[in-house]
């Protein structure tokens, strides 16, 4: 999360991508609620989630709190997608880039679709998913690196992207996440 932090309140992104909605939607729209009350215009945050009840939880989380109008959630089934490695399981793209409009995404993270066990679909197609998506310099933050599926998905994706992911943090290390920058003409 303090990767979030400092991501969140030095970068300003225009646009945040979350895959996986949470208490990560939560800290989003309150750190939105909080640019607004200091007459700063904050970024759009668009959490997707392929599951709608899941969906529908964290909806309410932010509207019990009076934060709902921060976030926009897409609800994204898990489809087949093809990857370096083949095909690989990962949410929708189309109903993510209608949600985005035509922008960019200056911060993504990556906090689903689950992968606790080999039945789900986890994280290694997420980055072929949206990286047309990902503006130049996307701080990229994947959750959950502790379990083998994350940093097997990290892995494949260095050997894939190579010198379009850079400053990669926490990939030596025990930590639960790992950040770095994308790099790349958005669209492509």
Known sequence: MIALIEAFDTRAPGLVLE?????SSLFFAARCSSLMKRGITPPRIVSVEHSL????IAE????????DRY???????????????????????????????????????????PGFNLTDPGRAGTLYAVEALLNDGCLV?????????????????????GKRIRRMRGW???????????HGVPGR
């Open 172 to 182: 030596l290390t025990l930590d639960t996440q790992v950040e770095f920058e994308w």
């Open 19 to 23: 895959l996986g909605s949470g208490i």
């Open 53 to 56: 009840e899941w969906l529908h």
């Open 71 to 113: 976030v926009h959630f897409v609800n994204a089934p898990i489809v087949p997608l093809e990857s370096a490695e083949g095909s690989v399981m990962c949410y929708a793209p189309a109903p993510i880039f209608e949600a985005i409009q035509g922008r960019n995404v200056d911060l993504l993270l990556i906090d689903g679709p």
């Open 141 to 161: 933050v994947v959750d959950d690196t502790h379990r083998c599926g994350e940093r097997l998905a990290i892995r494949e994706w260095k050997q894939t992207f």
């Open 60 to 67: 309410k989380r932010l509207r019990s709190h009076e934060l």
